[in-house]
């Protein structure tokens, strides 16, 4: 099976890989001191973790934009480029002891997504019903219309993020109510902080796989997944089933703590399906995991079970010299 540089890319959390119609690999993740948004790409995976990255949005001065920038996401959407991302007012805590995030979304019709700073436009706040700590969002296309997936607070349900979904009117705005289809409950899921966090989609098999991560960023975070087919109402939560343990974990074997928020990607085989990760080789952490800088990048092969699910197997160890 096909193996790339382990890790990747250091120091880039939440990372999202694209592979565009025009064969180039597109990169992006949070940065270390969360102050912007970048993009890099290559002809090939490896090629991304020397390729050089292009600034194309900076935070604000003051204002809901203006602190921790997380888990940028750039999607290809009839003919223009978007890039989600979640930004706060402050770096402050809540009276619950909670982030202040909001998700936003930016516009690009230029061609090169890379090409200019001025060339992404602020479509502004992705509003939901609910104005709460909100993250973390993904869109994917199914029949024909936009979904939308991300998490949120519920200040009536215990926790930090549920998982919600609804379809999109356009690539900025919801159309429908947002649904809940998962929220912690499980032992794992609620370790250190009640969190399903980092959605991302897979589809294959007759079915939408939807992973997440869970409990806090250290070594105990985790990913879960949920399914659904792909010929029902995907807005309707009953039809979306939970698995009640994690596919995705630490290895102490092989020192990969906290893997997660992860992306989907293919590989230059144009068959291979990859998993995109980030997560550390070290548990003693100095102070709040969000800040240490060592969440690395990793790319990394999976299989397929013969009832048609994903086989993610284990966090493969560091291999680079």
Known sequence: MVQYTSPLIIQRADPYIYKHTDGYYYFTASVPAYNLIEIRRAKTLEGL???????????HDQGPMSQL?????????DHKWFIYFAAAETTA????????????CIECDAADPMASEENWQEKGQVK??????????????????????WAQKDPQIKGNSNLYIAEMRNPWTLKTAPVLISKPEYDWETIGFWVNEGPAI???NGRYFLTYSASATDEHYAMGMLTIADDVDLLN??????????????????????????????????????????CRNYTDI???PLYDPNRHTKVQAFTWH????????????????
């Open 128 to 149: 939901t019903p609910i104005d709460s700590f909100s993250l973390d969002a993904t869109v994917f296309e199914a029949n024909d219309k936009l979904y939308y997936v």
């Open 93 to 104: 805590l809540d009276q619950n002891g909670m982030f202040q995030h909001r998700m936003f």
């Open 286 to 288: 100095k102070g709040d």
């Open 202 to 204: 897979i589809h294959r």
């Open 49 to 59: 973790a020397h390729a050089a990255p292009r600034t194309i949005w900076r935070k």
């Open 237 to 278: 939560a009953s039809n979306w089933h939970k698995s009640k343990e994690p596919v995705f974990k630490s290895d102490l074997v092989t020192h990969q703590y906290g893997p997660g928020h992860n992306s989907f990607t293919v590989a230059e085989d144009g068959q291979t399906d990859l998993m995109v990760y980030h």
């Open 306 to 321: 013969e009832d048609g699910t994903p086989n993610f197997g284990k966090p493969e160890p560091y291999n680079y010299k």
């Open 69 to 77: 920038i997380w888990a940028p996401e750039l999607h290809y959407i």
